[in-house]
């Protein structure tokens, strides 16, 4: 069975701080992938990233990095000089393919507070 | 391109009443997956669609039932609410392919609150 873990439930930074999401993926299948997604208030999840099992390359876009080690299974999520507009729910995903299709799992989400 | 679009925005119903939820994926899109997101269970897979076909399904009772047109619009039906079916219910798109793996879009969700 798959699973996601996001220790951090809560975290709250001053605008400008660097911030790191957690998150710890479990699964048997050596194909899979791993996501981001923001959450604003709005509710409506954003798509941020999509790394494949087989790409351990970290990645930059902008303020957004992402450290990818399958070493500990692990998909972490760094936001630098974070910005009040950061705030959100960020959810990690995993997904892999069973016998009926792409199969999703979420972690429970860390809140983002970003305060001015 | 416009995105996933979800039908009502918002819902009030009482327990015992049955309610349908519609979603309209992306253009092009093949694949359609309802979420049920709660504070307490946070977002969990309900079941998903593929060429008219329920492909996969979540740990759900089949008082939830859902169904996908041929047009890959997607409708979700919950009979018999219970209080604890209030949640946010989020509909997801994606192109599909076998083998490939692609990202979910996802639409603005249903709120539905059952008094």
């Known amino acids: 069975a798959q699973k996601v873990t996001q220790a951090q439930t809560e975290i709250s930074v001053v605008e400008k701080e660097d911030v790191t999401l957690d998150c710890v993926y479990e699964?048997?299948?050596?194909?899979?992938?791993l996501f981001w997604y923001k959450q604003p208030p709005s509710g409506e999840l954003v798509f941020l990233i999509r790394?494949?099992?087989?790409?351990?390359q970290n990645e930059i876009s902008g303020r957004y990095s992402w450290n990818f080690q399958k070493s500990t299974s692990s998909f972490n999520f760094t936001i630098t000089a974070s910005q009040v507009v950061d705030s959100a729910v960020y959810f990690c995903?995993?997904?892999?393919?069973?016998?009926?299709?792409?199969?999703?799992?979420f972690g429970p989400g860390t809140r983002l507070s970003v305060l001015p | 391109k416009a995105g996933v679009t979800q039908t009502p925005r918002y819902l009030i119903k009482t327990r015992g009443q049955q309610v349908t939820l519609s979603c309209s994926p992306i253009?092009?899109?093949?694949?359609v997956s309802w979420y049920q997101q709660t504070p307490g269970q946070g977002l969990q897979f309900l079941f998903e669609?593929?060429?008219?076909?329920?492909?996969n399904k979540g740990n759900f009772p089949g008082r939830f039932s859902g169904r996908q047109f041929s047009n890959s619009r997607s409708e979700m039906n919950v009979s018999t609410l219970e209080l604890g079916d209030s949640a946010l219910y989020l509909c997801?798109?994606?192109?599909?392919?076998?083998?490939?793996?692609?990202?979910?879009?996802f639409g603005p969700g249903t709120r539905l609150t059952v008094l």
């Open positions: 997801a798109s994606s192109l599909v392919g076998s083998g490939r793996y692609n990202e979910q879009f």
């Open positions: 699964t048997r299948d050596t194909t899979y992938y």
């Open positions: 790394r494949n099992s087989f790409d351990e």
């Open positions: 995903a995993l997904s892999v393919w069973d016998n009926y299709g792409q199969n999703f799992v």
């Open positions: 253009s092009g899109h093949r694949s």
């Open positions: 669609y593929f060429s008219e076909t329920q492909r």
